[in-house]
């Protein structure tokens, strides 16, 4: 079993940045691949960024693709969300989520963190 625990959310005013890091703990994640989802108020969870386990391949959503960046320290066991350029609409909570090799789908999931964008 993965735990995953992000922390680094708060309140920031639009154009602002922010950096959160998830903590992986149970197993060693050298060989999952990593990623960050979010939930906005009234709306379904969405992907916001991935990366493979050696992190030579990066997936970003068309929404934060040039703002967002993320990226993996294996011997720490962490990976992280750079968010810079902030805006209102990056109003979410953020998960951290981990895919086990040969799993079709994220099976582990953090329980998030609040991310505030003011106008």
């Known amino acids: 079993q993965v735990q995953l625990a992000e922390s680094g959310g708060g309140l920031v005013q639009a154009g602002g940045s922010l950096r959160l890091s998830c903590v992986a703990s149970?197993?060693?994640?050298?060989?999952?691949?990593m990623g960050w989802f979010r939930q906005a108020p009234g709306k379904g969870r969405e992907s916001v960024a991935a990366?493979?386990?050696?992190?030579?391949?990066?997936y970003y959503s068309y929404s934060v693709k040039g703002r967002f960046t993320i990226s993996r320290d294996n011997a720490k066991n962490t990976v992280y969300l750079q968010m810079n350029s902030l805006k209102p609409e990056d109003t979410a909570v953020y998960y951290c989520?981990?895919?086990?090799?040969?799993?079709?789908?994220?099976?582990?999931w953090g329980q998030g963190t609040q991310v505030t964008v003011s106008s």
């Open positions: 989520v981990a895919k086990s090799p040969g799993s079709s789908r994220f099976d582990y």
């Open positions: 149970g197993h060693a994640i050298s060989t999952f691949a």
């Open positions: 990366l493979t386990s050696t992190g030579s391949n990066t």
